[in-house]
């Protein structure tokens, strides 16, 4: 496939996500009646995928810096899953819960949880396509072009692992209870 075409198909890919994470906040598709159990427990489990990321991002770095090139591949390769697999569950948890967890609106501290949300949010939609060209580019061995692409990509998906886990340390206490 062309450049053109995997450019074409990755921001497609990423706008049929973002716009599903959307469909799934306005609560347009029916919830069942019944919240299964497993549910409550998957913002817990994002924010481990979360976590486990931000540090396998952070191995990745040293590994390139080091000049382990197979270490480093397979560090992001495995990321890479796990974002994926947050994702999935991301999604699944916000089509299956009801009533979404809402920061306090008289707390102190919403004005913070807020700011931290929103970049986390704008700057995850804008992550995703540069991540998956930069693997596309990692992959052809275009070297040149995945470090331009990287430049940009690694600082983003770093702060947005951390911050996912962050946003769900600050929320938790508000989940409703299943």
Not at 137 to 166: C, D, M, S
């Amino acid at each position: 496939m062309s450049d053109k075409t995997i450019f074409r198909l990755i921001m497609l890919v990423s706008f049929v996500i973002f716009g599903a994470v959307i469909v799934l906040n306005k609560k347009i598709l029916p919830i069942p009646a019944v919240t299964p159990a497993f549910v409550h427990k998957l913002p817990k489990l994002n924010a481990l995928l979360n976590g486990t990321c931000f540090c396998l991002l952070l191995l990745s770095l040293y590994f390139i810096r080091q000049k382990n090139i197979v270490a480093h591949k397979k560090i992001n390769i495995t990321a890479f899953i796990l974002s994926s697999m947050f994702l999935l569950s991301y999604v699944t948890y916000h089509w299956l819960i009801p009533a979404e967890a809402i920061y306090p609106k008289d707390s102190p501290v919403r004005p913070y949880y807020l700011a931290i949300l929103i970049s986390h949010i704008v700057l995850a939609a804008i992550v995703l396509p540069l991540v998956l060209m930069s693997f596309h580019r990692g992959f052809q061995l275009n070297v040149e072009k995945h470090k331009k692409l990287v430049h940009w990509a690694y600082p983003i998906w770093l702060y947005v692992t951390f911050t996912g886990v962050v946003v769900y340390w600050m929320i938790s206490p508000f989940y409703p209870v299943g």
